[in-house]
């Protein structure tokens, strides 16, 4: 087995590098086993960065962290923790305007508009539209909406100490998102405009423009509040009224790019705000994702923790679209969103799956066991 003729020995590459290259001069530095000889035990190193001293992307990721509801699955999103005293009181207020006693002295739930509230039972289903892979995008956005708007009306007192620290050190993380500093329009920007929460309209609006011009879907809205809350955690600046437009504009962008297959350029987002420049678009890019210590990963557990979130808090304010009893021609409607789902899963295990055995170049056909219903 010792013999350097074994069929078992390791070929090198045809690539090899050449004179002169980076990684010819590294290869000739030799190695600590060459160097210390046989007995040498050799210890884990860091990985080389990339030419020019910059990291690989891929090494720039932070370690995923359980408090950080972004990255982990099991940590609560900021915005259900900072809504959860409205989501209580409103089930509260809609639990007693929808009891009613009838003269027989038994109970009925009654919505707000005086009919009887439909629940599902074993012959009927009542349900809407809106999958986990293909969410509605009016009620998703709303949902969006509504969780931006609680970030900023219960957002944490600003700590002044703090500000002027991180002022000090990094001066331009404050004055790219501030719309004072960087207007968005050439309306001027009142006084006391951050002391003024947004209403929700306000922040919908603003939200769907952007949607409906740069034709985005519902998935990117999801993303895009993932990147939102990340972008808090991460850099512990808190949105307000002063700096919210710039900050989902920035999240927006980037949520774009990365889950869109045709991206929109930033020139696109210059035509839809006409008087911000390109520049300053860019500027705020790079600002976001060097914030965001270049982590645009989204977990598909994170992804569906997010969804069901923003359906409980759209189901609690009462923005989503009323169910419907679910008939044939709907479901066949949901089987065929849900089978595009699962011929692209089916097709990428097909395309990743290993190729155990072969015969006469085919593949062993995979055979299912049969249930046997009694």
């Known amino acids: 087995m010792g013999n350097k003729n074994s069929c078992c ?32 035990v050799s210890q884990p190193q860091t990985t080389i960065p990339a030419s020019g001293g910059v990291p690989h992307i891929s090494e ?11 990255s982990h699955p099991g940590a609560k999103p900021i915005f259900s923790t900072r809504s959860e005293s409205e989501i209580l009181r409103n089930n509260r207020m809609r639990r007693r305007s929808q009891m009613i006693l009838t ?25 809407d ?56 329009s050439k309306e001027p920007v009142p006084e006391d405009y951050q002391r003024r929460d947004p209403e929700h309209k ?31 955690t991460y850099s512990e600046i808190d949105i307000n009224p002063s700096n919210w437009k710039r900050m989902v504009l920035g999240a927006i962008i980037l949520a774009s790019k990365v889950w869109d297959d045709q991206a929109v350029w930033n020139v696109d987002f210059c035509q839809i705000l006409k008087d911000i420049q390109v520049d300053d678009m860019n500027e ?15 977990p598909s557990s994170v992804y569906a923790k997010y969804y069901f979130d923003l359906r409980a808090l759209a189901d609690a304010h009462e923005i989503v679209y009323p169910p419907e009893p679910l008939d044939k021609e709907r479901a066949l409607k949901l089987e065929a969103m849900s089978s595009v789902c699962e011929d692209k899963l089916r097709l990428w295990h097909r395309k990743n799956r290993r190729r155990i055995a072969s015969l006469d170049g085919h593949m062993w056909a995979r055979h299912k066991a049969k249930a046997i219903l009694s």
């Not at 002169?20 to 030799?30: F, K, R, S, T």
């Not at 720039?60 to 972004?70: A, G, L, V």
């Not at 900023?152 to 004072?180: G, M, T, Y």
């Open 9 to 40: 020995v390791y070929h090198s590459p045809k690539n090899r590098p050449k004179k002169g290259d980076a990684a010819y001069i590294y290869q000739q530095q030799g190695s600590p086993v060459e160097e210390e000889g046989p007995n040498y």
């Open 60 to 70: 720039r990721e932070p370690e995923e962290s359980d408090h950080d509801p972004s």
């Open 103 to 127: 003269h027989s002295g038994h109970k009925h739930h009654i919505d707000e508009y005086g009919q009887l509230r439909k629940f599902s039972s074993c012959s009927t289903i009542y349900m």
């Open 129 to 184: 539209d809106s999958t986990v892979s293909q969410p509605n995008l009016k009620t998703t956005i709303k949902s969006v909406a509504l969780a931006i708007f609680f970030h900023i009306r219960n957002r944490v007192p600003p700590d002044e100490e703090k500000e002027q620290s991180l002022a000090a050190l990094e001066p331009n993380i404050l004055q790219i998102f501030d719309e004072k500093a960087h207007p968005l």
């Open 202 to 232: 306000t922040i919908y609006r603003f939200v769907r423009n952007l949607f409906n011009a740069a034709q985005l879907t519902a998935e990117c809205a999801i993303v895009t509040l993932v990147y939102l809350e990340r972008l808090l």
């Open 284 to 298: 705020l890019e790079r600002q976001v994702l060097e914030l965001l210590q270049f982590n645009i990963n989204v």
